[in-house]
């Protein structure tokens, strides 16, 4: 069930994700390249260590690299215990991997 608020934080999530992503490429880049890593097998090798993480740790971990998304999260959830809408919840990390994967780094980092 969605309705307004839910189609609006969606909007947001999205946003949200956008910015983050540009910065956590930034810091990719950076950290690969002064360790002297290939970005992209970096990033490859960070996005499985996230695929293995327990859910707690990888939230947390969520939080502090995407504080936007996060703010959207918590909003989500408060809709979400208020209307009874259902939110992200579930699929999250798949989601997070996925689009890490495809669109915010892997995939366009092969792309240069
Ligand atoms: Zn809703």
């Known amino acids: 069930m969605r309705c307004a608020i ?3 934080l969606a909007r947001e999530l999205r ?3 956008r910015s983050d992503q540009q910065d956590i490429r930034a810091r990719f880049d950076e950290t690969a390249r002064s ?3 290939d970005p992209e097998t970096f990033l490859f090798q960070w996005i499985t260590s996230l695929a293995r993480m327990p859910d707690g740790d990888f939230d947390s971990l969520q ?3 995407y504080p936007r998304v996060d703010e959207v999260r918590r909003k989500w959830k408060e809709h979400e215990t208020r209307s009874g809408h259902s939110g992200l919840r579930s699929g999250w990390r798949s989601a997070f ?3 890490t994967v495809m669109r915010g780094g ?3 980092l092969r792309g240069r």
């Open 6 to 8: 839910c189609e609006g």
């Open 15 to 17: 946003d949200a994700w």
């Open 35 to 37: 360790a002297g890593r």
């Open 63 to 65: 939080s502090a690299r």
């Open 97 to 99: 991997i996925f689009d």
């Open 106 to 108: 892997y995939g366009s």
